[in-house]
């Protein structure tokens, strides 16, 4: 779900706005059943979703870069998208395995981006992005007994294998966020505001870690010789005296 809420704030549209949606959202919203070969339900209302709230339709048309993943079911390689629809892109990079039916672009047959990247460090990285911070909520589905029917089965077999992919993604992180959501399955949105709190904790732990990275890539980009030059051309020029 992750690429829904990072795309939507690099739309432009106002936080407000996706805080409120993130409220209203619920499944019947995102999905319809649809029992078939590959899957239990289509998520085309996700699509459809995006087209409503977003204030962009392309990722060129986007006001931040954004990259989403997806997994190519034939490969199993991670597939990234930078340009091209938007809608399609987040569609493929939240079908859930199992639950959902995987959607096809192209000659592709894409899959949850999580199987093979469940925190997208490397592509942000690949971006360019100098400072990277990663925020890993796990895939929890609420309950911590045995599972009691077949979504607890895949979501908790997909997050075992996760497990084993934290050093992968963690090395291309400078700072990794893990708000407390261990009580909140995947699917609960009527516990957005608690959700959304939990993540706004973990920024505020973080923040004087966050406010360094930044400093120390702003320093990056401008060495001290070059800040320094600056200030004094900036001495220099002169100020206008008004009589």
């Known amino acids: 779900m992750g690429s829904i809420l990072g795309a939507a704030y690099a739309s432009g549209a ?47 048309d986007l006001r931040i870069p954004v990259a989403v993943v997806a997994t190519d079911l ?30 096809e672009i192209g000659t592709r047959c894409l899959a949850d981006g999580g199987l093979v990247a469940p925190v997208p460090t490397e592509a942000a990285r690949s971006m360019g992005a100098q400072v990277v911070i990663g925020v890993s909520v796990g895939l929890q589905d609420g309950n911590r007994g045995v599972p009691t029917n077949i979504f607890q089965v895949v979501s908790r077999a997909v997050g075992a294998a996760q497990k084993h992919q934290l050093e992968l993604w963690e090395r291309q992180a400078d700072l990794v966020l893990r708000p407390d959501v261990q009580s909140l399955a995947w699917h609960d949105f009527a516990r957005a505001d608690e959700a959304i709190e939990a993540g706004a904790a973990a920024a505020r732990r973080a923040l004087p870690r966050i406010e360094k990275l930044l400093e120390r890539a702003a320093e990056a980009e401008f060495p001290l010789e070059a800040r320094l030059f600056l200030e004094q051309r900036s001495d220099m020029e002169p100020t206008e005296v008004q009589a």
């Open 14 to 60: 106002p936080l407000e706005r996706i805080i409120e949606a993130c409220r209203r959202l619920r499944f019947r919203d995102i999905a319809r059943w649809r029992v078939s070969r590959l899957g239990l339900a289509s998520n085309q209302r996700l699509g459809e979703l995006v087209e409503r709230v977003f204030g962009s339709r392309q990722f060129e």
């Open 74 to 103: 034939s490969s199993g390689e991670p597939v990234v998208f930078t340009q091209g629809n938007l809608a399609d892109a987040i569609r493929a990079s939240c079908a859930f395995p199992g639950l959902f039916e995987p959607v």
